[in-house]
C-alpha cells in the first residue's frame, strides 16, 4: 500500500515537473504528456536550424578566412608611420623575424606591436621611420618589402 503511495506521489511529482519545463497548463497527464511531446519536436526543430546556421557560418568563416598559401597582409598609413597587420590561419614558426627585419630595410621602426603565434599567426605592427630626414615611402612599398619578407620566409621555411 505504502509503495503504491510513493509511485503515485513520484509519477505526480514528474507530471509537474513536466508541465513546468514544457510551461503546460493543461490539468490531465495525458495533456501533459501530449504538449511535452510537442515541445521536445519543437526543440528538434529548433536544434536543427541552429545546426544549418552553424554549418553556413562555418562555411562562410572558411571562406572569409581561408587566405590562401600566403598569409593576409594589409598596411594603413597613419600620419607619422604605417600600421602593418599580417595574419594566418596556421602558426608561422619564424615569420616574425623576417617580418621585423623587412621593416629594418624600410627604415621603420617599431613603436607598438602585438603578436601571437599560439594556433595562428596575428601581427599588429605600428612602425614609424627611424630617421626623420628621409621622407616616408609609400605605402605600396611598404607592402611590397613585407609580402617580399613573407615570401622569402614561405621559401626557408616551406610551411602556411
Known amino acids: 500500500m505504502v509503495s503504491r503511495v510513493h509511485k503515485r506521489t513520484a509519477l505526480y511529482r514528474s507530471i509537474q515537473q513536466l508541465?513546468?519545463?514544457?510551461n503546460s497548463h493543461a490539468r490531465c497527464k495525458t495533456s501533459v504528456i501530449l504538449d511535452a511531446s510537442e515541445y521536445i519536436l519543437g526543440l528538434k526543430q529548433k536544434?536543427?536550424?541552429?545546426n544549418q546556421l552553424a554549418l553556413a557560418a562555418a562555411q562562410n568563416i572558411n571562406v572569409i578566412d581561408d587566405y590562401g598559401p600566403m598569409p593576409m597582409l594589409?598596411?594603413?598609413?597613419?600620419e607619422e608611420g604605417y600600421m602593418v597587420k599580417v595574419r594566418s590561419q596556421r602558426s608561422c614558426q619564424g615569420l616574425l623575424a623576417f617580418i621585423l627585419e623587412a621593416f629594418e630595410r624600410l627604415g621603420l621602426e617599431v613603436l607598438q606591436?602585438?603578436?601571437?603565434c599560439v594556433d595562428t599567426f596575428s601581427l599588429e605592427a605600428f612602425g614609424i621611420k627611424e630617421n626623420q630626414d628621409i621622407p616616408l615611402v609609400d605605402a605600396k612599398?611598404?607592402?611590397?618589402v613585407v609580402s617580399q619578407a613573407i615570401q622569402n620566409w614561405r621559401?626557408?621555411?616551406k610551411q602556411c
Open 19 to 22: 508541465r513546468s519545463i514544457t
Open 47 to 50: 536544434l536543427q536550424e541552429l
Open 74 to 78: 594589409k598596411v594603413e598609413p597613419q
Open 113 to 116: 606591436a602585438r603578436a601571437s
Open 141 to 144: 612599398v611598404v607592402e611590397q
Open 155 to 157: 621559401e626557408v621555411t
